[in-house]
Every structure is written in structure tokens, then in C-alpha cells.
């Protein structure tokens, strides 16, 4: 056997990369007595942790020695063994993070969480990223998730920090945004007992995320970390709660990561039935009127390139959802823009007299058919989608697909031809020149539908995060998506503060991008906070208000449905924007006529040392058009103008 | 809309803390009926079976299966309606005996139900009944005629006939 002395035990250990090594020290003195000393690195971080006494036992079942052979009696051996790690609950936690490869974390520290965040104080794989409120740091995970496809990591307190992002999980559930929230939650013994900061955060979350866990025992950790982001990212995607109890976060074990994530219960369909998707393919053989209707679900399953393909073999007219656009190029001569409450008037119309309507990863959201007894009467349906529980919820399908949307188009692809549609196709166009959208240039205002037109002028390449309301809608009408994950909204839970926080995420996930975030007044203000984060990180966002001094979108309702009873809704008292963000160490512009849009988007195409905030004080009645009332059938289109 | 009908579920979870309150939050939260429910381990003890009795049109009936199924602590769901199945429920009745007479007669009725006595009390007598719904309705009926002071019943469990389902 050879002789190791300490210095080339330690040579070793650093030889190999995160792994702990224990070092057992056997010193003989004398009398003939062992004493055994025993020290342990963790190489990747080169911090000598103490081990647990109780632990010393089960290390000496798996020690292998390069020992000494010695007569004599004086002579210290040293022995080392390889070990599985011993660290804190925290620890394990931050180590499954990188495993995950999880590059950002998003959070607000608080007396819960303390240890996680200590675990990620020297941290340099996981950047931690402090937000000003909790949501911010959901919504930012939930804004990186969507521009990369990675799972967003949010990180809050127990109580109100964890409370606080709530918004930000069931934004992300009602878009199936693969991300992983973890919060901190009081020790074992408290739970239960109404302790401080104590909230049932399991029962909070219940119905706003795919799946939770609640974490009382280090021992837990690393089997929950790779179960969670497995559930996340995997299936149809959406948050996943990891609530660890602080004490829980403290206590160190061996642990070992899992290699593999086998949840019985849990198997989701990726493959389409190749039965079922022959059929699909016959009815598009068959269809004289066919249409196709893709959404968010292209995009979360990275589909864009099949559903390319199959729109251009197939030549089939195609209307791209809310949630899905940038799946297909709007700009391309078959796209019918999207369809629904404020979409095209040829999307709506196609619908109405369809013979075939194929969706895929759309699920029929009343904002899209408007009533359902009117919605597509005429239509076959096939619905491909990866969720079950989503096919035939809102509307009977004539052929259901579920799988992976990615699979099944890549299968239906195989299947497919030019389809003989002429007629239709004529249709389609006439009704695409006659109904584009449009409006009207009142006087010398700023027409927010113009300052988008210009956005689009000067950042067609950019990532568009957009909040909620009038200006969302405009932005959807006027910017032409031509790449998936490059437009970013709240189109499900419709989360008025998304978008500053979640332009943020999508920054950071996309260092290389140019991020244009798209804002409404009220919108802005509900998390103008994170504003903060953004000008300490120096990310070069563009933020554009469109500031019609109101909650533009109810606005519009109470003109048109309640006799212009504009029941808080006025937003005259918003403070000056551009002064408010030079307060907060960022540039501010403010633009109030027409010909100073342009100007101003050009010079903020100049400043990339950190935010741009530019307010567009804009036209203040104007309303978004067309419009489908809520309750009528899309036929019933008002377009608007005469 | 197409016609309610009633319909058992049989839900196979893991044995977890929180199992259940997942199952019936997804009720309450989607406006779905629960009938009856009952909740008990296996003879596998990380997995216990929910017997869920509930009701809905066609439509309902496959939402309440798919989001049972998409449930991650849910390992298997069936509907027993689908197939022919046994289904069995437990009533206990303590009823009064304060009227001595009429003890003969409650026993002569307990034995028409096939009834076991559990219990016997000068004043009162607990009774073990199982049937389907149809048979402990009506011995519920009858026996109020003696003065039922108390009742548990355990709502339905159920299993496919033949097979291994
Ligand atoms: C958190 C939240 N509260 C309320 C609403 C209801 N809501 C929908 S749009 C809207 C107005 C948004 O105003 P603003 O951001 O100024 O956008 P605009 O419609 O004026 O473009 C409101 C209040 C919401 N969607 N989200
Ligand atoms: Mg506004």
C-alpha cells in the first residue's frame, strides 16, 4: 500500500471538482490507543465543515484505506474516504439548483429563508438576484422563463414574502410557465400553531400550481429539488412550490442527488396516437375551408419550426393566439393575425365559416371564441394539446391528439400535402385587405397605436414584454411577431405589473437581446419598484409608457357598456414618469407630440448603460378596435371605425 | 346539455399528508359535486384508495376524470360505472329500546336487513347494516320508526366485478 501524507491527500481532493472528501486522521500513540480525527472539505467551495459525531459511524463502514503498513506505533496514518456530502438542508437546496442548472434566482430575503440565502451569499453559478417585492421576483423568474424556455427560480420569506408572490405563481400557472417557487417556512414544531409569519402556503398555493411540496426534513431536499423542476418542465409545464421549514434549511445530512426522476403517478403523454393523428390528417385532405389555430403551447413545446412546416406544406390559412404569437411570422401572406375579443376581423370571420378548425396547443379561452353556441359552427375540430383535461373543456373535438405538440405536428407532418383550397385561400385574403387593423389620427395627439408602429419601425428584432390593457392589445395588433418566446404577456391571468419585472427576467436570460417593455400608466405603477433592480444590474431595457392618464382598458367598457360612468378609473394624478425615473437613477423621457415619438426612440436606442423609461403621453379615449363584445359570437365584430 | 348521471370513481393516491385536500379542493374549485367519499390505506401502505361518488352530465363526468388524472399524487383513476362493479356501504343505527316491548320487534326487523348488533344497552342497541344505497335508505326508513338516536354511515366503496381492473 502507498503512503499518503496530507499534502497529497489534499493534492487529490482538489483534483476532483465538487465532491466532499473526508480526511480521517488515525494517530497511535504509545500506549496503543487510536485516536481518530477526522475533517472534511468540500472542495468546491473549500469550506472545512465540521461533521456531525453521529455521523462518524456509518463513514467508517464505507472507508477505504491507503494505509500505512507500520510497526510502529507512533507513526500517524492517514486515510481518507470519499464521501457523499454532508451539508445543510440550504446547501443541498443551492447545490440541486446548479445541478438544474438554474442560472438566476429571484427573491426578497426574510427571517424563513435566511439560510438559503446565506447558502447563496458566496455564490457565483446561481446569481441571486434581490427584487423589491416579492412579486417582482415571480414575475422576473416567470419573464426569464418564457424568453429561454429554462424554469424561472423565485425565492421569498414564509408569510407575507411568501404570499407576495402569489400573483407572480398563478400568472405562471395560467400560462404553464415551467418555474420553481421556493419559500421559506417557520420551524417543524411551529407549524401549525399561528406562529409569526406562519402561513399555510400549501393551501395557498393549492390551485395555482402543478404540484408542492412541503419540506420538514434536510433529508428531503435533494430528492424534492429534482422532483420539482422535473414536474415543471416537463408535461404541461407550470410552477411548482418547494416550502422548506427553516429548520429543515439548517440541519446538514449525507445526501445524494438523484440521477433520474421516476414518479409513479406521473407519466405524461408526449406521443401522439399515430391512429388518431391519420385521422386529423384525412379531415385536412378533406376540408374545403380549413384553418389552422395555434397558441402558447407551440411555443412552450419549441414547436415554431414544425408548425411552419406544416402551415407551408399545407398551405392552410393560420391565426396565431395571444399567447402564441411569434409561433408563426405574422408577417407571412397565410397569417391571419390572431383571433378573439380584439383580434382580426379575418381571424373571427374564418372562424365563423371554417369547415375544419385544427388547434394546436390553444385551448378555446373565451377571450378567443366569444359565445360558444356561435363559435366556428360550422367546423370539424381537432385539438392536439399535451394537457387531457384541456380537450374538449370548452368545445366538443371531433379528433383529440394529446401529446407533445412538437411530436404530434412533427408525425401530422409526414402526413400532409398542399390542400386544394383555393377559393378559401381568396376568401381569406379579401377579407385580410379589407379589415386590416387601423385607426383613426386624431388632431395633433399622440396615437398610442402609432408609437407602437414606431417601436416596431425601430425594434423589430427586440423581445416585447407588455403589461395589461389597451396598450397590451395595441402592442399585439401592431407589432408584427415573427420569432417564438419574443413576446411575452400575461394573457391568461391578465397580472396588471407583469411586465417590468418580467422584462427584467428576460434581459438577464437574454444578455444579447434588445428588451422593449411596453407599459400601460396603471399597469407601471403597481410594481415601478423593480425599477430599482434593473438600474443597480445596468440592464439596458427600453421601457415605453403609453400613458393615456387612466385604466384605458376598463375605461373603454364604461364608455361602451355603462354610460361612461368612469368609476375609478381616472389616472390624472399619475405622477410625471420621466422625473420619476430620474429619481430613481434611470433615464427619463417624456414625449407629448407626434413628431418627438421617433426622436425619442432613437435616442433611447443610444443609452445601454442601463433603463430607458420614455412616457408617450398619448391620445386618452382612444379605444382598442375591433372589439367582440364579451358574450357575442365573433361573427357580431365591431370594427370600429364608421 | 346531456343528461346527470351518477358515477363512482375509484382514485388510487399516494399516501401523503395532503392528498386528499388536493382531490377535494380540485371539487370545490371547479364546481364539481361530491356525492360521498371515502378515504382508506391499502393493502400496499403507500398508496391509499379514494371512493368518490359524484354526478354531472358526460362532459363534467371526463373533466372530473381528467383532472383527477392530471393530479401528480394521483396514481390511477377508474370509473366503475364504466364496467359492471359491486358497491357496498356501512350504516351503524343506535336506536332506542326505552319501550321495552318493542325490542323483539326492532331485533325481527334488524334480522329482515341482515343487521348485527354491535351493542346492547338497557335504553338502546347499536346496529351494523351493509348493502348498497338502495337497502340502507330503506332501513333507515323503518327503523326511524323506533327512534334512531344516532347514525354513521361511511359513504360507498366500490371495486370492478372479475379481472384484475
Ligand atoms: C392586477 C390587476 N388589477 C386589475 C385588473 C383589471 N384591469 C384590466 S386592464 C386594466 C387597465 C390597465 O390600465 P393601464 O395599465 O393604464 O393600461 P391601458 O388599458 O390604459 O393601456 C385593469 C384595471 C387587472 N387586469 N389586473
Ligand atoms: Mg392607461
Known amino acids: 500500500m502507498s503512503v499518503i501524507t496530507s499534502q497529497r491527500v489534499l493534492f487529490l481532493v482538489f483534483c476532483r471538482s465538487k465532491r466532499l472528501i473526508s480526511i480521517v486522521n488515525e494517530e497511535r500513540n504509545w500506549s496503543g490507543t487510536t485516536v481518530r480525527s477526522v475533517s472534511v472539505i468540500y472542495v468546491n ?91 417582482g421576483a415571480s414575475h422576473a423568474a416567470d419573464g426569464y422563463a418564457r424568453a429561454t424556455g429554462k424554469v424561472g427560480v423565485a425565492l421569498a420569506t414564509s408569510g407575507p414574502g411568501a404570499t407576495n408572490l402569489v400573483t407572480g405563481i398563478a400568472t405562471a400557472y395560467m400560462d404553464s410557465i415551467p418555474m420553481v417557487a421556493i419559500t421559506g417556512q417557520v420551524m417543524t414544531e411551529f407549524i401549525g400553531s399561528d406562529a409569526f409569519q406562519e402561513c399555510d402556503v400549501i393551501g395557498v398555493t393549492r390551485p395555482i400550481c402543478k404540484h408542492s411540496y412541503l419540506v420538514k426534513s434536510c433529508d ?28 429543515a434549511q439548517r440541519a446538514e445530512t449525507i445526501f445524494q442527488h438523484p440521477d433520474t426522476v421516476d414518479i409513479r403517478s406521473y407519466k405524461p403523454q408526449v406521443n401522439g396516437d399515430p391512429a388518431q393523428i391519420a385521422k386529423a390528417a384525412a379531415l385536412i385532405k378533406e376540408a374545403k375551408c380549413p384553418m389552422l389555430y395555434a397558441g402558447g403551447g407551440v411555443v412552450l413545446a419549441n414547436a415554431s419550426e414544425e408548425l411552419r412546416k406544416l402551415t407551408l406544406n399545407t398551405q392552410i390559412p393560420i391565426t396565431v393566439t395571444l399567447m402564441g404569437l411569434g409561433a408563426f411570422p405574422e408577417t407571412h401572406p397565410l397569417a391571419m393575425e390572431m383571433p378573439g375579443m380584439h383580434g382580426s376581423c379575418c381571424a373571427n370571420y374564418a372562424f365563423t365559416d371554417a369547415d375544419l378548425v385544427v388547434a394546436i396547443g390553444a385551448r378555446f379561452d373565451d377571450r378567443v371564441t366569444g359565445d360558444l ?26 379528433v383529440p391528439i394529446v401529446g407533445d405538440a412538437k411530436n404530434v405536428l412533427t408525425e401530422l407532418n409526414k402526413l400532409v400535402d398542399t390542400a386544394d383550397i383555393d377559393p378559401w385561400r381568396n376568401q381569406i385574403q379579401e377579407w385580410k385587405q379589407k379589415y386590416p387593423f387601423e385607426y383613426e389620427q386624431k388632431g395633433n395627439k399622440v396615437m398610442p397605436q402609432y408609437v407602437i408602429e414606431k417601436i416596431y419601425e425601430h425594434y423589430s428584432d427586440a423581445i416585447v414584454v407588455a403589461d395589461v390593457g389597451q396598450h397590451q392589445m395595441w402592442a399585439a395588433q401592431y407589432f408584427k411577431f415573427t420569432d417564438p418566446r419574443t413576446w411575452l404577456n400575461s394573457g391568461g391571468l391578465g397580472t396588471m405589473g407583469f411586465s417590468l419585472p418580467a422584462a427584467i427576467g428576460a434581459q438577464l436570460g437574454c444578455p444579447d437581446k434588445t428588451v422593449v417593455n411596453i407599459n400601460g400608466d396603471g399597469s407601471y405603477i403597481m410594481t415601478i419598484q423593480e425599477l430599482v433592480p434593473a438600474i443597480t444590474m445596468k440592464l439596458p431595457l427600453k421601457i415605453f409608457i403609453i400613458n393615456n392618464m387612466y385604466l384605458g382598458m376598463v375605461r373603454q367598457w ?58 408617450f403621453i398619448v391620445d386618452e379615449e382612444e379605444n382598442v378596435f375591433p372589439m367582440v363584445p364579451a358574450g357575442a359570437g365573433l361573427g357580431d365584430v365591431i370594427r370600429g371605425l364608421s | 346539455m346531456s343528461k346527470e348521471e351518477r358515477h363512482i370513481f375509484s382514485v388510487m393516491v399516494e399516501n401523503r399528508f395532503g392528498v386528499l385536500a388536493r382531490v377535494a379542493g380540485l371539487f370545490s374549485g371547479r364546481g364539481f359535486n361530491i356525492d360521498s367519499l371515502n378515504v382508506a390505506e391499502t393493502h400496499d401502505k403507500s398508496v391509499s384508495q379514494i371512493t368518490l361518488v359524484t354526478h354531472g352530465d358526460a362532459q363534467i363526468i371526463d373533466q372530473i376524470y381528467q383532472h383527477l388524472n392530471r393530479l401528480i399524487d394521483v396514481i390511477e383513476v377508474t370509473d366503475l360505472t364504466t364496467g359492471t362493479h359491486v358497491e357496498r356501504e356501512l350504516l351503524l343505527l343506535k336506536i332506542s329500546t326505552e319501550d321495552p316491548r318493542k325490542r323483539a320487534e326492532i331485533l325481527q326487523v334488524a334480522e329482515v336487513y341482515r343487521a348485527r348488533v354491535i351493542d346492547t344497552k338497557p335504553s338502546s342497541l347499536v346496529l351494523e347494516i351493509t348493502g348498497d344505497e338502495g337497502k340502507l335508505e330503506a332501513a333507515i326508513e323503518i327503523f326511524n320508526t323506533y327512534g334512531i338516536l344516532e347514525l354513521a354511515r361511511t359513504g360507498k366503496i366500490a371495486m370492478m366485478r372479475g379481472g384484475t381492473n
Open chain 1, 45 to 135: 467551495r473549500n469550506v472545512l465543515l465540521k461533521p456531525h459525531p453521529s455521523r462518524l459511524q456509518s463513514w467508517n463502514e464505507k472507508v477505504f484505506y491507503f494505509q500505512q503498513p507500520t510497526a510502529q506505533k507512533n507513526v500517524s496514518t492517514t486515510v481518507y474516504e470519499e464521501i457523499d456530502m454532508e451539508l445543510s438542508g440550504a446547501h443541498i437546496l443551492v447545490d440541486g439548483l446548479k445541478r438544474e442548472g438554474v442560472e438566476y434566482i429571484f427573491g426578497v430575503n426574510g427571517g424563513a429563508a435566511m439560510p438559503i440565502f446565506d447558502a447563496l451569499y458566496d455564490e457565483t453559478e446561481v446569481k441571486l438576484i434581490p427584487m423589491r417585492h416579492e412579486q
Open chain 1, 558 to 615: 364604461q364608455e361602451l357598456f355603462h354610460d361612461k360612468r368612469y368609476s375609478a378609473v381616472d389616472y390624472h394624478d399619475n405622477p410625471d414618469f420621466a422625473l420619476l425615473a430620474q429619481a430613481f437613477g434611470a433615464t427619463g423621457l417624456r414625449v407629448e407630440h407626434p413628431e418627438d415619438v421617433e426622436p425619442a426612440l432613437l435616442k433611447a436606442k443610444g443609452i445601454n448603460d442601463g433603463p430607458v423609461v420614455i412616457d
Open chain 1, 373 to 398: 353556441g356561435k363559435f366556428a359552427p360550422k367546423a370539424k375540430k381537432i385539438h392536439i394539446d399535451i394537457d387531457p383535461s384541456c380537450i374538449g373543456k370548452n368545445v366538443p373535438v371531433d
Open chain 1, 220 to 247: 428531503e431536499v435533494a430528492d424534492v429539488v429534482a422532483e420539482a423542476f422535473h414536474l415543471a418542465r416537463t408535461g404541461k409545464q407550470g410552477p411548482v412550490i418547494i416550502d422548506i421549514a427553516k429548520d
